[in-house]
């Protein structure tokens, strides 16, 4: 055999075993590929496991508060009706302990004035 078919012989052999570490390395590449993917999925779940407890308790805290918000509102435009019925009815405690005239005061001298009577009520606006 000649040195140029032993140097062919030689670098067939090495291309072989360059192919089989390509081979292998593909193999490895592809393990490591599936273990990625493997501990990824089990992170995704650790972080959800812990996360979710803690994200529902958020959520139940500011579903709590904002029901808690609601009421409150809803209690103060309640209060702010009441006062303003007690003050077209003439019973606003505040206007009548300050000495102001009531609405309905107010709008009976507006009708005699306009009927062009004497306004009932003398009012003083302090």
Known sequence: MS???????????????????????????????????AIDNVAQVAVTQRLEPVVEEQIRLLSEATATAIAASEQGIYDRFDTLTQMMMGEDRKSIREGRPTIPQMAENIGALRRGEEPPHDLDFP
């Open 3 to 37: 040195d140029s078919d032993k140097d062919k012989a030689e670098l067939k052999r090495l291309t072989r075993e360059a192919h089989e570490a390509i081979q292998d390395l593909n193999g490895v590449l592809r393990e490591a590929r599936q273990m990625v993917t």
